[in-house]
């Protein structure tokens, strides 16, 4: 397991040049706890050292546990053939995403290095966009005709396994065009009659995934149904290859983490660019640009209500708080809201249930929060209609903010804008201008009746 002692202990063997013995005590870690190690170095040499002391059945384990920003590193400095190695000792899916990553011209020598049957695979796999089935899917497939005995299938897989490492969920019958015909789960071959054929006992796939689906559609199936593996077939019915849960699990986590960084106006590219100053800045620009004209629109709306503020100065006191109060209960309900469009759960056809229910709870804060803060303004300035307006405009931008928080990621949507991307900042920007704009207009109704 990986330990701050395990680091320290790795980067003195280094800094004394004890290769034979850091081969030794490596060969002991998991490979999961090389990449931490690896990932926790703070020299980029002694990342890329400790990485090519490794044996290339480890190496390829660890490749693909790395973040983006180590593995490109350890990349750039890794020879063609020693390369060629690692992406032959690894699955069909993760050595094309290692082939895929890789400048053209390096990706080229590598795969010229690899024998053709492998190198046939790994082309027709870099086919695929890296977000649909195709790019997921591992090309590595226990296929079997239909008309063979359970018998005659252990028999075959015995000996497939003396020739492969992978692992098997469940074999797929296929006819004579490669066509998936039905699945059979290893468990049920096991224990079914040795003389049986396999088209009797084989089962209709749950569910089976067209080569260019988008990855969150099929992640969406694997959770629904879940699912260890599913195959994957183009339009024909042809089976390519098949999906495994392991890929699911990054494909979620990826998809998580782009959303969040999304709702902060930032990118996931961020973390793919490191110290790259400029480049971080162009991402995060835009919607800060976009907050920074929402402030001063809502400085000119206080400047253009001068003067009910020059006559009650107390109202100064709450600008914050309703703002405030605002942005929050908006990035609230847009944050649950993008989660829902991203997960399925919130749909065109039952977002009216949704709006109702945010309604509700908007509603049963706005009252608490409103009544709360005029209470506050009452007992501070000893002033009542003080405390109303305060309340009201507490109560009024609590529940336009909500409305704007649960509408607007749909709405963008519907426009083709990702409201991942756009919901976080538009909406803090609308409900600061929409609060002070609503603050103001009730404050100046009640003007006669403030005190300065």
């Known amino acids: 397991m990986y330990s701050e002692e395990l680091k320290e202990k790795i980067e003195k063997l280094l800094k004394q040049k004890e290769f034979k013995q850091t081969i030794e005590l490596l060969r002991k870690i998991h490979p999961a706890d090389i990449a931490e190690l690896i990932e926790n170095l703070p020299d980029e040499e002694e990342k890329i050292q400790v990485f090519q002391l490794l044996d290339v059945d480890i190496a390829s384990e660890v490749i693909v546990k790395l973040s983006e920003d180590t593995r490109r590193l350890i990349l750039e400095e890794l020879t063609h053939g020693h390369l060629a190695d690692i992406v032959e000792d690894l699955p069909s899916d993760e050595a094309a995403d290692i082939i895929g990553d890789l400048p053209e011209e390096k990706a080229k020598k590598v795969l010229d290095q690899i024998p053709p049957k492998n190198q046939a695979k790994l082309r027709h796999l870099l086919r695929y966009h890296e977000e649909t089935a195709g790019g997921l899917m591992q090309t590595e497939i226990l296929t079997l005709p239909a008309d063979i005995t359970v018998e005659e299938a252990i028999e075959k897989i015995r000996s497939l396994s003396e020739e492969t490492e992978e692992k098997y969920h469940a074999i797929f019958i296929v006819n004579g065009k490669h066509q998936l015909l039905g699945i059979i789960p290893l468990y049920k071959l096991i224990i079914a009659p040795p003389y049986e054929k396999l088209f009797s006992i084989m089962e209709k796939p749950e569910v089976v995934i067209k080569v260019d689906e988008d990855q969150e559609e099929v992640a969406k199936k694997f959770q629904k149904y879940d699912l260890v593996s599913a195959p994957v077939v183009d339009d024909q019915g042809v089976l390519l290859g098949r999906i495994t849960i392991d890929d699911i699990i990054d494909?979620?986590?990826?998809?998580?983490?782009?959303?969040?960084?999304?709702?902060?106006g930032t990118d996931?590219?961020?973390?793919?660019?490191?110290?790259?100053?400029?480049?971080?800045?162009?991402?995060?620009?835009?919607?800060?640009?976009?907050?920074?004209?929402?402030?001063?629109?809502?400085?000119?709306?206080?400047?253009?209500?001068?003067?009910?503020?020059?006559?009650?100065?107390?109202?100064?006191?709450?600008i914050p708080v309703i703002t405030g109060m605002g942005g929050n209960v908006g990035i609230q309900s847009s944050t649950i809201t993008v989660r829902g469009l991203a997960t399925g759960r919130v749909r065109s056809f039952n977002f009216k249930y949704h709006l109702i229910k945010e309604i509700k709870v908007a509603f049963l804060m706005a009252n608490i929060c409103g009544a709360t803060v005029g209470l506050i303004a009452f007992l501070w300035h000893g002033e009542a209609i003080l405390g109303l307006v305060v309340g009201l405009a507490m109560?009024?931008?609590?529940?336009?903010?909500?409305?704007m928080g649960t509408l607007m990621p749909l709405i963008l949507r519907k426009l083709g804008v990702d409201p991942a991307v756009a919901s976080g900042p538009f909406v803090t920007t609308a409900n600061?201008?929409?609060?002070?704009?609503?603050?103001?207009?009730?404050?100046?109704?009640?003007?006669?009746?403030?005190?300065?």
Do not use: H, Q
Not at 257 to 263: A, N, T
Not at 395 to 403: E, G, Q, S
Not at 432 to 452: E, N, P, Q
């Open 251 to 264: 494909v979620i986590e990826k998809e998580t983490s782009e959303d969040f960084y999304r709702l902060a």
């Open 432 to 452: 600061d201008v929409v609060g002070i704009l609503i603050y103001m207009i009730i404050a100046t109704i009640f003007l006669k009746y403030l005190s300065g």
């Open 268 to 318: 996931v590219e961020e973390i793919v660019y490191g110290d790259e100053i400029l480049k971080i800045s162009r991402i995060r620009l835009p919607w800060l640009i976009t907050n920074l004209f929402g402030g001063l629109l809502t400085g000119l709306i206080m400047w253009f209500f001068k003067r009910t503020i020059g006559e009650a100065i107390a109202l100064i006191s709450f």
């Open 395 to 403: 109560f009024c931008a609590m529940t336009i903010a909500v409305l």
